[in-house]
């Protein structure tokens, strides 16, 4: 149900926002193919929030996991638990309203499947590889697989090594996201910049010269050049992040 919900009011948001740039830019600056095709651009909009959204959970999924597997590993190698009996350590209880409840060390978005984690262990007969699979549907992430995979693949005397493993990876993997990230900042910046010049300059000249501006926005060949030219410009700032994309860059690297 919440993911059904996200959809439709992902899709939602992106056809009121295409029906208000093309009407907007069609009143501005007339033409029905320039309107058609500044409304399709504005899709950046929308789209580019959520997958920031999407980029920051990630980010902060692998961050708290170092943390959680830390902890697990100090817990195992310490105390001499088992990984069960560990996972019960990352959640407190609380009173709320006279009643007690679980809630977990670390916050979103991880937290509270930690605190999920352990009711059901804690509430039913499933045992820690079921539990930690179902856990590892709801997050969806890489690097919460691999701590699934590590904790059910060996036996007990194992699991510490096997998650410093993983712990290890984990870390790798958000220094060398980093430093391709360094890298490509300034050539995705200065690819945005010029790719925003063609937009600036028919703005001036809607400005400076309106009658002559007019032959671009409301015939159709000016359109035409102007719907190339953004096109073009646009297409490569698409190369230059396509290829700078740090998933394509990093899907080399294993445990």
Known sequence: MPESYFCESTLGVCVGNVIAVVVLTRWLLGGDLLAAE???????????????NQRSREEAVEEQMDKVLSILINLLQASGRNLRSALSELVEEEMHDGTKRLCCVLPTPL????????????E???????????????VAHPAFDMFV???TS????????????????????????????????LVVSQMYVLAAIPIAMLGMWRIISPEVADLMFRTTLGQSLVVLMLAYSWLGV??????GRLANLIKGVKV
């Open 149 to 151: 995979a590590a904790a």
């Open 38 to 52: 500044v409304g399709l651009a504005s899709l950046i909009v929308p789209i580019g929030y959520v997958m920031m």
């Open 238 to 243: 698409l190369l230059v992040t396509r290829q």
């Open 111 to 122: 937290g509270p499947e930690l605190v999920h984690l352990v009711e059901e262990l804690q």
């Open 154 to 185: 060996g036996t007990e005397g194992q699991t510490s090594q096997l998650l410093s493993h993983v712990r290890d990876h984990i870390r790798e993997q958000r220094t060398l996201r980093s430093s391709i990230r360094a890298s490509f900042s």
């Open 124 to 138: 039913t007969n499933h045992t820690l590889a079921e539990a930690l699979r179902s856990a590892g549907g709801r």
